[in-house]
Nanobody
Framework: QVQVVESGGGLVQPGDSLRLSCAASGRPIDSLKIAWFRQRPESMREFVASTRWSPSNTYYTDSVKGRFSISRDNAENTAYLQMNSLKPEDTAVYYC??????????????????WGRGTQVTVSS
């Protein structure tokens, strides 16, 4: 059974940086497809970024390209989402998601079987 737990959210000002962590258990993280999604109040959960282990590719939604970076530390069995130049519209609950199958699809909620409980990110002056 795979479990993922997010941490690292908080309240920051516009232009600040924040790093979210996604600690995985039950499987080595380099065997998982990992993604970050976010959900604003009264909105659908939306794709932010993902990383696959084979082939090793990363994907980002257009609004975060150049600002966010997804990575993984195999020794820590943890994935990260480095968020730079944060904007108020980045405010949301951020969720880590994991999947054990190596399917090509990566940006849909249904592509992932395992989810964390989320961590709140608030960008406000």
């Amino acid at each position: 059974q795979v479990q993922v737990v997010e941490s690292g959210g908080g309240l920051v000002q516009p232009g600040d940086s924040l790093r979210l962590s996604c600690a995985a258990s039950g499987r080595p993280i380099d065997s998982l497809k990992i993604a970050w999604f976010r959900q604003r109040p009264e909105s659908m959960r939306e794709f932010v970024a993902s990383t696959r282990w084979s082939p090793s590719n990363t994907y980002y939604t257009d609004s975060v390209k150049g600002r966010f970076s997804i990575s993984r530390d195999n020794a820590e069995n943890t994935a990260y989402l480095q968020m730079n130049s944060l904007k108020p519209e980045d405010t949301a609950v951020y969720y880590c998601a994991a999947e054990t199958t190596n399917s090509a699809s990566y940006r849909w909620v249904g592509d992932y079987a395992y989810w964390g409980r989320g961590t709140q990110v608030t960008v406000s002056s």
